[in-house]
């Protein structure tokens, strides 16, 4: 059994390095830095102590990852040759020591690892700030913001800003939670004298600091006055606010069933804005779409049925699911592949075993337009599909003929039932040609409404009134308005 003892030095501040820490160093049999780059060491030197760095893979590899797994590797191998080995690490071994969790994480159960702690350099930070972390604090790996998010409702320390190029990256992903010239401090070894830096910046101009170097991390204070961007957090607590007993009267008598007016009504105003292309428009009903699932989540939630995480949970696992061949090892290099293995997956989580049950399933509260595209739409994944576009168009000829065939009978039952079969057979046009039939029709409605006021303008041009003008008048203007190149203006 082998055995790593892994030392804290400390801040930089050689006051700081604790006397156990230091015995350790003094009687080990081999001592490891992971870098000579430290104020501590400097001291070490004076106290005549001998040890090996680990600096020289620092200069052989392009990234951090590499450094540090090489870093891990070398001492561990050490180890197992000396049976006993010391391994310094700046700071506390476990405050933002990547090389270190490595270690720890080895998969070797003959070797012994023992963390001596030490000052981490968030201690410092925390001195030299005066902050209290009581009320708030996140640390943060300023090379991991991609995945690690700061939290602006506390102070937050983001670690590991290296270089000018580092702080660079890191600006501009806190500019995606902050606002440009949101106010921030700057520290550089804090807490070692005649080294410390601290210095108050707008974010903006981080990456022109000189100084930054190894030392160098970043404190951003919490935000107190209106943020640069609201949370989900924040709608939900606001919704939760709307709803108390000392919210709005009108909120408070909110039901399910009363608000399926204005679900239905802000959904077809997000319609409306991708329509009209209005991007500003779009944020704002995206926004009143959201409000109503926050709404219908907030009744659950005081009905103790779900709240909004189990919403978003849900739809986190479904997409998982329903993507097999995104997240699983099915394979699908077409649209119709994808939506093939949504449908696959989909069945198998529902544990539907009739193809017809998947029919069924689609709402019956849809737009019959848009019911019937969705049911055809499913029924074709079962290879229930006309062969060619050809065979569509014959079926429209075969329901326009039949409709013909019955339209004298006076059986407006029957004549029902086929306008419905021409309708269906409709739809299938638009769904083999992958066009939205309601979609469609909007558009021919819009385009009627258009033209049939170009009618009656130009009637009152005129000096005529349409209901006065005779079919072939109004039938020459709609020709006219045929040609007219109407503008969203028109």
């Not at 039939?437 to 033209?451: C, H, Q, S, V, W």
Request: aromatic letters at 8%; a negative charge; hydrophobic letters at 40%.
């Amino acid at each position: 059994m082998s055995k790593i003892i892994v030392v804290g030095l400390g801040s930089g501040n050689y006051k700081q390095l604790t006397l156990e820490a230091y015995d350790i160093m003094k009687n080990a049999k081999e001592l490891i830095l992971r870098t000579e780059k430290h104020p501590t060491v400097e001291y070490l030197k004076k106290t005549g102590l001998s040890y090996s760095t680990c600096d020289d893979i620092y200069d052989t590899q392009e990234t951090f990852e590499d450094t540090y797994s090489l870093i891990c590797k070398r001492v561990i191998e050490s180890s197992r040759n000396s049976g006993e080995i010391v391994y310094a690490v700046p700071g506390h071994p476990l405050v933002a020591e990547k090389s270190v969790e490595l270690i720890m994480q080895s998969t070797d159960k003959n070797i012994e690892i023992e963390i001596i702690p030490a000052v981490s350099f968030i201690d410092a930070i925390l001195t030299a700030l005066k902050i209290d972390p009581v009320n708030g604090l996140k640390i943060i790996d300023g090379l991991s913001l991609d995945t690690q998010k700061p939290d602006n409702k506390c102070g937050n320390i983001i670690t590991q800003v290296y270089n000018r190029f580092v702080a660079s990256e890191v600006k501009l992903k806190l500019m995606e939670y902050y606002k440009d010239d949101y106010e921030i401090y700057v520290i550089r070894a804090a807490g070692v004298e005649d080294l410390e830096i601290i210095e108050k910046i707008n974010l903006f101009e981080l990456d022109r600091i000189q100084w930054v170097d190894y030392l160098t991390s970043i404190y951003i204070p919490p935000v107190s006055e209106q943020p640069k961007y609201n949370t989900m957090d924040d709608l939900t607590a606001l919704m939760d606010r709307l709803r108390s007993d000392n919210g709005c009267p009108w909120d408070k008598e909110q039901t399910r069933v009363t608000l399926k007016p204005y679900l239905l009504e802000e959904t077809y105003e997000v319609l409306d804005a991708i329509e009209k292309n209005d991007i500003d428009l779009l944020v704002e009903e995206l926004g009143d779409l959201l409000l109503q699932v926050v709404f219908h989540a907030q009744i659950a939630k005081e009905d103790g049925e779900f709240d909004i995480n189990d919403v978003i949970t849900g739809i986190v696992q479904k997409l998982i699911i329903r993507h097999p061949h995104v997240f699983g090892d099915v394979k699908a290099t077409s649209e119709s592949g994808a939506l093939k293995s949504w449908e696959a997956s989909k069945r198998k989580q529902k544990g539907v075993e009739s193809y017809t049950q998947m029919l069924k399933d689609v709402p019956k509260i849809l737009p019959a337009l848009v019911r019937s595209y969705k049911v055809q739409q499913k029924a074709a994944l079962t290879g229930f599909d006309w062969t060619n576009i050809e065979e569509v168009f014959a079926k429209v000829e075969e329901e326009l003929g039949e409709v013909k065939d019955v339209y004298n009978t006076g059986n407006k039952h029957i004549i029902e039932e086929e306008i419905g079969d021409l309708l269906f057979s409709v739809v299938n046009v638009a769904r083999y040609l992958k066009i939205q039939p309601e979609l469609a029709l909007k558009g021919t409605i819009d385009k009627f409404i258009n033209r049939f006021s170009f009618i009656e303008e130009s009637a009152i041009n005129e000096g005529k009134k349409l209901d006065e003008m005779t079919l072939p008048q109004m039938d020459k203007l709609w020709e006219m308005a045929k040609m007219h190149n109407f503008s969203k203006k028109d």
